[in-house]
């Protein structure tokens, strides 16, 4: 039996009676599908649904084989590990038990045919650049890519028949990225990915586009979409201007004929009251003309009505997706003035990786050439210290685990890392990598609030509007938010906060955003007179902001400047 996806009548509303989807019909076959639309439009959603994670309001979800589920937040927990993650502690549990001499039938029963359970997840670590992992290392220590390396390596590791990818890239450094887009190519399954990776959606087989609650299917990967796209949409503002056109002149015909009707009735006032035609004769004349002009102004509205019918169905066909506008503070900072400084970076005691160096694993027949980490870009200075003047822009580069979050962490006064002194001379905004700074139990409103607390209500919801959130959607609260909600409520609370920030620390700050929001955030961010430390994988987006610096943290190497990106 083919694994597949379809989707009946599917509708889906919030607890506060919001809707996402309305009588969505869709399927997926096998193959790769790249899920597409603007953030709130219900990508994640539909996914949950898919996943069995939410129910329908209303209509059907049904799945022909088994189904895997990556989310775009994936809840750690204080005490798994990189095996729980996996999904296979159980069977190393009775692996290990069986090796020492235990013979119950129910150790047999869970391992069933998995004798090469750890070969196998070892193989799928190493294929996605984790080969520094150890199965029993603590999830909670691992960084956000390194996460979401070892969460999709236990997908690829179960072979579901379905495989639904929220956001896959979030946190991946750039050869994570390329070793992840080798395996979703191999991939032969029914795959639903939810990107706005342009590299990624380059692997897709087909885009579906979701807007308005429904979804439309196009045939290629995300270039030949944007392709058709710009066609369809050209053709629809041309319809659109003829459309207009044609209203206009049946608006002018209706007047024109308004006026000759006036001018009629005018002439047969003045024939009426020259009494020289017979009561009678004047009295049909009157009827005729009345039932004359009825059918000419019946006629005309008609054909006006028709016209602007035509108007609306062809300006519905014009995309209008709204696109956040990013007013960043317009404090600016004197380029000679120190904005941060920090000392103890040749400290090795600081670096997350010191304390449990990685170990090197061996080739196995199921990874019989796990290739190793490549070398970063060659460094132009090895740093001990790192000093920030004025409105410089700096890019954080490095692969997943070296520290950036830690580094970011730090500055902020979140964390403390042996060896380390952070010395700041401006206001510091922090934007974390999980979006966990909002306080779920309030609304959007009352978060900004919470961080802007001289702001009137009205005063925020007016800044609010510019980040999407306008009448009802700035009352949502905040757990129920989609994943790019959340992070322009976060970015709102970050940048209305008072006073305002001077210096901005971005850990991936394009995760979960659409690609319209990432070139606004882009322009924004680009124009900001402040100073701005982002660690991000991103390199198009690092290139759109302005960057003035690149540094680059390796877990062995430590921090170094390196050449533009």
């Not at 009295?283 to 000419?296: D, F, L, P």
């Not at 317009?330 to 670096?351: F, K, S």
């Not at 994943?483 to 979960?512: I, M, S």
């Not at 198009?540 to 390196?562: C, H, K, N, V, Y």
Request: proline share 6%; net charge negative.
């Amino acid at each position: 039996m083919t694994a597949a996806i379809v989707c009946s009548d599917l509708s889906f509303s919030w607890p506060d009676g919001a809707p996402v989807l309305s009588g969505l019909t869709a399927s997926f076959g096998p193959g790769r599908t790249g899920l597409i639309g603007v953030n709130g439009s219900g990508k994640s959603t539909l996914l949950k649904l898919i996943a069995g994670e939410l129910d329908p309001s209303h209509g059907t979800v049904r799945t022909r084989g088994e189904v895997g589920y990556l989310p775009q937040a994936i809840t750690l927990g204080t005490r798994r590990t990189v095996s729980d993650l996996l999904g296979i502690t159980a069977a190393r549990t009775a692996l290990h038990a069986i090796e020492a001499g235990e013979t119950g039938e129910d150790l047999y029963k869970t391992l069933g045919d998995h004798w090469d359970v750890e070969e196998r997840a070892r193989a799928w670590l190493d294929r996605l650049g984790l080969a520094h992992l150890d199965l029993g290392d603590q999830v909670e220590r691992l960084s956000g890519g390194e996460t979401i390396g070892v969460a999709l390596a236990a997908l690829f590791l179960r072979r579901p028949d379905i495989m639904l990818l929220d956001e896959p890239t979030n946190n991946l450094d750039l050869d994570a990225r390329k070793r992840l887009y080798d395996a979703v190519a191999s991939w032969t399954g029914v795959m639903v990915i939810v990107s706005h990776d342009r590299d990624l959606l380059g692997l897709v087989d087909q885009i579906a586009d979701l807007s308005g609650g429904q979804i439309r299917m196009y045939g290629g990967n995300l270039d030949a979409y944007t392709e058709l796209l710009a066609t369809e949409q050209a053709a629809a503002e041309r319809a659109v201007t003829a459309a207009s056109a044609e209203v206009r002149r049946e608006q002018r015909d209706l007047v024109e004929a308004q006026v000759r009707q006036a001018r009629r009735d005018r002439q047969g006032r003045r024939f009426a009251a020259s009494q020289s035609i017979p009561r009678i004769v004047l009295h049909a004349r009157k009827g005729a003309a009345q039932e004359t002009a009825g059918r000419s102004r019946e006629l005309h509205s008609e054909r006006l009505q028709a016209a602007r019918d035509r108007l609306e169905q062809a300006e519905q066909a014009v995309r209008d997706d709204a696109e956040i506008r990013v007013d960043l503070p317009g404090t600016a900072i004197p380029a000679g003035r120190t904005v941060l400084t920090v000392t103890g970076l040749g400290d090795p005691r600081w670096h997350p990786a010191a304390a449990a160096p990685a170990a090197a694993v061996p080739a196995t027949p199921a990874n019989p050439a796990a290739p190793a980490n490549p070398p970063g870009p060659p460094s132009v200075a090895t740093l001990t210290e790192l000093i920030v003047h004025g409105p410089e822009r700096i890019a954080l580069t490095g692969p997943n685990g070296s520290g950036k979050t830690t580094l970011l962490r730090t500055i902020a006064g979140l964390t403390e890392r042996p060896g380390i002194t952070i010395r700041l001379g401006a206001v510091t905004g922090y934007l974390p990598q999980r979006l966990d700074i909002l306080d779920d139990s309030l609304n959007v409103v009352g978060n900004v609030r919470a961080a802007a607390p001289a702001a009137s209500v009205n005063e925020v919801r007016a800044s609010l509007a510019r980040f999407l959130f306008r009448g009802d959607r700035a009352e949502r609260l905040a757990g129920l938010l989609s994943g790019g909600e959340r992070f322009r409520a976060v970015l709102a609370a970050l940048l209305l906060a008072q006073p305002p920030p001077q210096l901005l620390l971005l850990d991936e700050p394009t995760n979960n955003l659409d690609m319209a929001s990432v070139r606004q955030l882009s322009q924004a961010l680009e124009g900001y007179r402040g100073a701005i430390l982002v660690a991000s994988h991103d390199v198009p987006f690092l290139r759109s902001a302005g960057i003035t610096r690149w540094l680059r943290l390796d877990r062995d190497a430590g921090l170094a400047e390196i050449d533009p990106l």
